[in-house]
Nanobody, 116 residues
Framework: QVHLVESGGGLVQAGGSLRLSCTAS????????MGWYRQAPGEQRDLIAR???????TYADSVKGRFTISRDNTQNTVSLQLNSLKPEDTAVYYC??????????WGKGTLVTVSS
């Protein structure tokens, strides 16, 4: 059974940093791409970063240069380093994977709140 568990969210002042982690189980992590999405209140859930099984990364323009996605295949974790945070980064952040066959899995999310 696939499980994705996010951690690391919290309250931070604008300009600060946080590190989010997602621990995965129940599937072949090392051969799967992983993504981080976020959803602000009243907004749709948007992809902000993705890392392929080979370590290739892509970012949404809104976070490029401030956020860094990384993975540790020995620990089955994918992390998201959030720097230079802005109030508009406030959202619930979700870990995601899409396995072969197209089935999408989500964690329950972790809340990031950035105060001005």
């Amino acid at each position: 059974q696939v499980h994705l568990v996010e951690s690391g969210g919290g309250l931070v002042q604008a300009g600060g940093s946080l590190r989010l982690s997602c621990t995965a189980s129940g599937f072949s992590f090392s051969t799967s791409s992983m993504g981080w999405y976020r959803q602000a209140p009243g907004e749709q859930r948007d992809l902000i970063a993705r890392i392929s099984s080979g370590g290739f990364t892509t970012y949404a323009d809104s976070v490029k240069g401030r956020f860094t996605i990384s993975r540790d295949n020995t620990q089955n974790t994918v992390s998201l380093q959030l720097n230079s945070l802005k109030p508009e980064d406030t959202a619930v952040y979700y870990c995601n994977t899409i396995l072969r066959g197209g089935t999408t899995f989500w964690g329950k999310g972790t809340l990031v709140t950035v105060s001005s």
